[in-house]
């Protein structure tokens, strides 16, 4: 199935981003808790970490996404709005393969 291996794909690369970004982090840099820095160094990388961390928070909450979707295919459910359970147009799933509801219903949950 296409749509699964876009998905998984997509995760794969999601992972590797988290990675890349934990690597970015100043927190993780071994240096850090034993040098010595100025306050204004300190200041900057508390930043640099929590710009990090929230761009860290976003791609996991993809992944979680991305599973669920993983999931349902794997029941045969994939496609379907969880909430009113019609079928997701196709081309909405072309570009949001991780889509749990039609475009309706996501309208009104926005609300
Ligand atoms: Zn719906």
Do not use: W
């Not at 998984?8 to 934990?22: F, G, M, N, P, V």
């Not at 900057?44 to 970490?49: D, F, I, N, P």
């Not at 928070?57 to 909430?83: H, P, T």
């Amino acid at each position: 199935m296409e749509q699964k291996k876009r998905l998984e794909e997509e995760r794969r690369r999601s992972l590797d981003q988290i990675e890349e970004l934990k690597k970015d982090d100043p927190f993780t840099d071994p240096d850090h808790a034993s040098d010595n820095a100025a306050v204004d160094t300190d200041v900057r990388e508390q930043v640099g970490h929590d710009t990090i961390e929230a761009q860290i928070n976003d791609m996991q909450k993809r992944v979680g996404q991305i599973d669920s979707a993983l999931r349902k295919i794997n029941k045969n459910q994939f496609g379907y709005c969880e909430r009113c359970k019609k079928a997701i147009p196709h081309a909405r799933l072309e570009l949001i393969p991780e889509a749990s509801f039609c475009i309706d219903c996501e309208k009104h949950l926005r609300k």
